[in-house]
């Protein structure tokens, strides 16, 4: 099976950096990704990492080491408007000829104060 | 706007009935799949889709049902309703299995 873990909740203060974690245990990893839900609304994309390293795209970047099962999001400038959920996912390809399954983790719930 | 359209927005009903939930993919998209995310958790993925053919089940009820048209709309089918069910049903699509995934705006299901 798997198992992904992130905070529940983090709080960080407007303009601030904030790092989300993501730790991860699968077979067959294919790929990470992170999204962000505002309440009632519909998950939307963020990154995607398949190799180690950093991605960057614009205020937000994301991390990934798959021989540590690990990610982080970092959302820098923050502003109030990412006051959200940050759901890390996790593709993994069960069995060959499969098609890949995507996991979510529960997500954390950053709150953006002034 | 994801491209991604799921109808209906809201849904009442009650414990015992059947609603059917519809969703249209991304033009393009080959990939559609389903999720159920109660209040305060987790989103929890129920089935896949591929070209009109299954392609994966996550935690589906027998309860629950779905169907992806040769056009690629897809249903999903909930019935013998409970309490329980009551969630927002997500949709999502994609060109391919290990590429993101883009959301419709969910439907939101309650159970009177």
Redesign the interface.
Known sequence: GQNIDQPTEMTATEGAIVQINCTYQTSGFNGLFWYQQHAGEAPTFLSYNVLDGLEEKGRFSSFLSRSKGYSYLLLKELQMKDSASYLCAVSSLPNTGTASKLTFGTGTRLQVTL | D?GVTQTPKHLITATGQRVTLRCSPRSGDL?V?WYQQSLD???Q?LI?Y?NGEE??K?NILERFSAQQFPDLHSELNLSSLELGDSA?Y?CASSVA??Q???????TRLSIL
């Open positions: 994801s990939s799949y958790q987790g989103l993925f896949q591929y392609r994966a996550g927002l997500f299995s290990n993101p995934q883009h959301f419709g705006d969910g």
